[in-house]
């Protein structure tokens, strides 16, 4: 049983009003989750008879008309209250309208006796998960009932059961969740002899642990007897996934993760010879401590190259995932004792050296001729397995060295046993320790000033030179600044003073070669396999093609629609690294460029801070990464599947759309930014709505059966969008349909080649460093993306491919290629654009298509509009709008169009044109940041004289 607090009853409050003295509070009028106090006088339960904490608590309290408000009860240091409560309609008081909690809204916040309100700790892993929970929202037109039927439940209970307080003490500390033990233990001690009394108790503990979740018709009897036999951080997690069950199934998960590897000789092999370089370097006069982190982007293979190793090294794996999580790879055993309190830098001394210990003892049984992959495989299920006595025996040896002195003298003594036995003579690397989910080490329990992690690999350092012992932390969701943190800014490697020489750390290990491993070397030769979601899931990280293979294969769903669909949502959740996505949900900056990231691309070179942020909790790729930690370049590659995600939510949530154009124009208004960059990602965001649109109308009026003769899928499924016809998509962008279109001096055969035969497929952006070629345009083709132009590129500042589909077949051929070229200027003034027209041409581009194909040629003029354009829409002649001037030459291969300003795009809605329009108008330079006329005459004062006349 575990209790936290106190049982002196001589100092507990009147049992009416001990639950009613919350810990903590907070929004949303949920009851909190106990804490105890450091100090035993601010705790309810220790406060001397009659009294209540030192600090201001907020207490609910119960109005005998019902449908009189609730006020607050405010109780200070002193004793006093500043409110007092209104009991009962004859019992008036002085109370102001003010002072009322009215409903709905309530809101209710612990205040201090200094003012200030009381938050909880930041580091604490309970008031964590209390902040979590309160942004479950339920609304506070249900919070009030649900606390008023505690109070009455409460009130029943205590006349039904026993009145004596010891009884009523532990009927509260069960509920409030202060006692964690079995339910068997908890009835008998209650002397719940009746189902009715069993099952009020339960009642009363889930409404006081769980507001938002007790009342669920989900969750069945033994669910709830079971979350009330757990801590509350597990407890809730538990009923979650009842309420809301994982997006994807736990057995596919499970058995992509026991399926073939894929990139042995570029993954796991240079990562050995790393970890073999590192052991062997360790002395305590150069580094801190033989550690390193292996980082980067959620569903990388992290833990999945640990698994990989411990077939060929000792590897003593140790997941510290929270207990009750349904993720893989599970929690181990041994997390316990990694996160217990308390604990010092002598605890890890002795759990590190039991381990070892155990684990030399499992490889002395071993022969000198025993097969070494069998042996490791044998190690590798024996400490996993929950059957075998691997626990038991390191508990028991932790528990002996514990009753022993000098606990660093017992590491150094079991990592030098290591390299004695016949096993590990061998091999350069004896052991390595695998600490996954590390990031459970950072968390700061209440009252510590010191995190676990800083114990534990101080605790390292007594791991004695030349034993080959080395740990290694995974996380996805830390920072590498957590794991290796700079000297400079490391207050625990200072700590150590001289002893502890230079301090450097390991470099970390990011350089994961898993990207695109499952794409096979063979190209699609067909048509009809283009959209393939098993094929466009191979792109990017391995997970999600093993995910959709291994759900058919388990008939988890009936086609690879229903499964991209859950695994568009999954993720959808690893961008915006969040598990509950509303429509209402308020984007954060970060957020913002996960969601435009896969989509359009966006610059973080110059953003140190997000690229950390991106990189460790919004799925983006660490490109580069230096040796002191401190220059961190990230990226979103090209990956399909978190497109199509981002794209849907973007789609079907312009109020977020116009959320994330805010910040990325905030976030341009910080570097080096033109106005000119800045017109180049309102175009990708322009072109990309009108593909979203296209896509989303031609789904609408081709509700086509799905190929395995389902009557119909779901309305909302999220699918891989099909190919999309040039004419369709020109349509969209220019509300006109596409045979009455201006499109300048192509031929009437070419122009019906392009319309009736052009097709698009791609709905994200890339950056392309060299020069389209019709092989680059046939990749971007397979990989379902468009292409952003080097800086140098002429003619073109985006490229998207056509390809001209014969309908007499199938085959894919590169001499079928031809593309759709944008040029994009954001300038009031255009001088140039009647000339634009003859430069933007394959020839000028030096882009080498087919001689015989027709292309298209796009001008996006952002900020201007001739005199005839504004007459023509003035005079609602729209068609003419569209018409770019007709400069040199005619090219009869070549369709054109202009579209002038925002207003050309009659399919965006006006909020998202004044988003795109302060995106074009960001303040790139010194002199537009200033707005008043002292900072613009302040700014110029740094400007050549020439140049601030050019200022006005």
Known sequence: MQTVGDSNLSRLPTASRLDLCPYDLFPGFSFPHPQRSPNPSADPIHCPKGTLPPHQKIILVRDANPNRCLRQKKIHSAGTSSTQPHLHPTHTTSATKNEQIRHPPIRCKSVSSSGAPNRPPKNDKRCTALTRLSSFKTGSMNAVPTALGYLNLLEELFRILSANREYRLMLIKFATGLTIQSWKDTSNELMLDTKLKQDKVIQLALMRRYPQLYNSEKISLEAKIQSLEKPLDAGER????????????????????????????????????????????????????????LVGPTMMGKSRLLKELAKEVCVIYICLRPEGSTGEPPRSQLATEMLATPYSEDHYNRLIAAILSVALGFFEKATKTSDRTKLLKEWNKHQESIDSDFYSKVQSKFRKLADLDDAPSHLRSAAQSICKNNFFKSTELKVVLAIDEASALLELPLNKEVTRFQKFRRSLRNVPTCTSIFAVLVDTNSRIANFLPNSRYDRSSRDIGARGGKGLLYPPIYKIASFDVMVPLHEPENWNNLSLPERLCQYGVPFYSLYLGDALTLNEAATPAIVVNRMAMYALGKLLFCDNITEKIEITEAQALALLGPTIGVPLHGQARLNVELTSSHAAHCAYLDSTHEVQFSFYPSQPIYALAANNYLYKNERVLI?????????????????????????????????????????????????????????????????????????????????????????????????????????????????????????????????????????????LTIYLKDQSRDSLDKKDISFCGVQVKNVKNNADAKTLQSWMTPEHADINISAANPYLALLFDLEYSPITVKEARAAENFTKTYELPPHGEPDLRQASLVFYELDAFNFLSLELKQALKRLLTTNVDLLLHHKDELGIKYAKQFLLRSDASFQH
């Not at 062997?280 to 033989?290: G, R, T």
């Open 238 to 293: 538990l009923l979650r996934n009842i309420i809301q069950p994982p997006q994807l199934s736990l057995d596919v998960v499970q058995k992509g993760f026991r399926s073939d590897y894929v990139g042995h000789d570029d993954i796991v092999t240079p990562t050995i010879k790393a970890l073999e370089a590192w052991s062997s370097a360790w002395l305590q006069e150069i580094y801190f401590s033989p550690y390193t982190c």
């Open 659 to 799: 959320s994330c154009i805010d910040s990325l124009a905030c976030v341009l208004s910080q570097g080096c930014v033109n106005t000119g960059e800045a017109g180049k990602f309102a175009s990708r965001i322009i072109l990309l709505c009108a593909m979203n649109k296209t896509v989303a109308d031609l789904k609408t009026s081709n509700k086509a059966l799905d190929q395995m003769g389902i009557d119909s899928l779901p309305d909302k499924l999220i699918e891989f969008p099909s190919p999309v016809p040039v004419a369709k998509f020109l349509e969209t962008l220019t509300g006109v349909p596409a045979n009455e279109l201006p499109l300048g001096s192509i031929n009437s055969y070419q122009k019906k080649r392009l319309l009736d035969e052009g097709m698009m497929f791609w709905n994200h952006f890339m950056h392309y460093t060299h020069t389209p070629t019709t092989g680059s345009l046939m990749e971007g083709l397979h990989r379902g993306l468009a292409m952003q132009c080097h800086h140098s590129q002429k003619s073109f500042d985006q490229i």
